[in-house]
């Protein structure tokens, strides 16, 4: 998902991203539930705002055609291996030798200059090595990956803003460049940004790992009839809670929980003392009073109650569209507000190949061109 989530965005941002697909097609469109075949959920809510152009690149013609649209494009993306890129004669110097001002960008498992440099990476395997399932398994007993594909989005989310810096160096200076978003490298920053601790320091002053986020009571709190979720955080806050439960003397108080210093350096018997204080009460007693305090809060959603959430209907993240053979589809996203330009739904998510000759002729392909490449087996019409 990490380079269609990045492009999904630019769609958004008002970019014109054309969508090349093998015959095959992307994988994601496998993934049910589906209506019809090849147009499962998760590829729908994650190439809006695009078209869809099938061209099999192991074809002269398909290849040709794709240096051609590249020719006249702003930015290449992909997340393919780079020695299969350099198969097809279609890596970075091959596209910047016919379009100089390109933004090329290569999302992939590893940086190419270290030894893990071309293995395969899917979202599994980089919450593998980046900790993700230890840390988890040090809380639960348990190693577990995230039930969402925490790598590929954050990934992409990177390689946004390095494209979006790319392009604003052009603007500049008129050049472009090859730019890599390596999965394990930035995932490894994103989680050792939390958790390099006492190994920040060289020496290293203690071990890695932020004790706040492996504390095992460090959870949705269970009240007497339910659970909610809390974090009674600033001296300020906690003050407040001290009044409602009836410990305002500080005397009256274990001193580990009496001033912010000693709370973070005793953060495993702070959450034990703030659970079992949690359970004394009702979920809407304890929700109406951190309302009250204003303590952060919220309730445990899970993902229907996300999906129903009030505020997400009234700000109008869940957009309704008809599609043209999957009718009605609610999308989440976009969720940036701007004062101006801001991102917006223009597109259904694409079939396969729907729009390839409209994209070719557009790039100025003539019918014949069209026809041969079609003829060869390089671009698949979307009605065959």
């Not at 409602?244 to 001193?255: K, Q, T, V, Y």
């Not at 957009?319 to 101006?340: C, D, F, V, Y």
Request: net charge negative; with cysteine.
């Amino acid at each position: 998902m990490m380079g269609p989530y990045a492009t999904m965005i630019l769609g958004d941002y008002g970019a014109d991203v054309i969508k090349v697909e093998s015959p095959d097609g992307d994988v994601m469109r496998f993934a049910a539930p589906m209506r019809h075949p090849k147009m499962g959920a998760m590829y729908l809510q994650g190439n809006r705002n695009k078209r869809s152009i099938v061209l099999d690149l192991k074809k002269r013609g398909g290849r040709e055609a794709l240096l051609r649209l590249a020719a006249n494009a702003d930015v290449f993306v992909h997340n393919v291996r780079p020695a299969a890129m350099a198969r097809l004669k279609l890596g970075a110097d091959d596209l910047l030798a016919i379009n100089p001002r390109l933004v090329y960008a290569s999302l992939h498992g590893f940086g190419e200059t270290g030894p893990y440099a071309g293995r395969p990476a899917y979202d599994d395997l980089i919450q593998g090595l980046t900790a993700l399932p230890a840390l988890t398994g040090k809380i639960t007993g348990e190693p577990r990956y995230s039930p969402a594909t925490m790598a590929d989005r954050i990934v992409g989310l990177n390689a946004l803003h390095a494209i979006l810096a790319a392009l604003f160096h052009r603007e500049r200076t008129g050049d472009g460049q090859a730019i890599e978003i390596p999965m394990f490298e930035t995932m490894a920053g994103f989680v050792l940004g939390d958790h390099m601790s006492g190994r920040s320091f060289d020496p290293p002053i203690g071990p890695a790992g932020y004790s706040r986020l492996l504390s095992p009571d460090r959870r949705p709190y269970q009240t007497s009839d339910g659970y909610v979720c809390a974090l009674v955080y600033s001296d300020k806050q906690w003050t407040a809670f001290f009044r409602l439960i009836g410990l305002a003397n500080e005397a009256d108080r274990d001193p580990r929980l009496n001033s912010i210093d000693a709370r973070t350096r005793n953060y495993d018997f702070v959450y034990d003392w703030f659970s079992q204080m949690m359970k004394t009460r009702t979920t809407a007693e304890w929700m109406t009073f951190f309302n009250e305090a204003d303590i952060p809060h919220a309730p445990l959603h899970d993902l229907d109650s996300l999906i129903d959430d009030p505020h997400l209907a009234a700000v109008g993240l869940f957009q309704t569209m008809e599609h043209p053979t999957e009718g009605s589809l609610r999308i989440a996203g976009p969720a940036a507000t701007w004062s101006k330009t801001p991102p917006s739904i223009r597109h259904h998510p694409p079939g396969l190949g729907e729009h390839g000759g409209e994209i070719l002729r557009e790039a100025g392909f003539s019918e014949d061109e069209i026809g041969a490449l079609i003829a060869e087996g390089g671009m698949i019409e979307a009605a065959s």
